[in-house]
């Protein structure tokens, strides 16, 4: 059995998870923050602070049609 394994990223406003083997590379998250997803460099996601940072994040991610990119708002 294939070992699923959930990449996190995180500031103090909001946790981001990644599931590779559900990413189909629809690149709608690329597309709405490319200063925040760049498959070219590593780690591929990189978070900026702040609430309303964290706010446009979010919304990027309801866009990925594989749920493969999922967030959780913290409460600060």
Known sequence: MEEKKIKS???KHIRVTWEPHLCRH???CVKGAS????PSI???ITLKEGK????RVAEVIDR?????LK???KKV
């Open 52 to 55: 309303e940072e964290a706010k």
């Open 9 to 11: 990223y995180e500031t």
């Open 42 to 44: 590593r780690p591929w």
């Open 71 to 73: 967030y959780e708002l």
């Open 26 to 28: 629809a690149a709608e």
């Open 64 to 68: 990925c049609p594989t749920r493969a």
């Open 35 to 38: 200063d925040v997803f760049n």
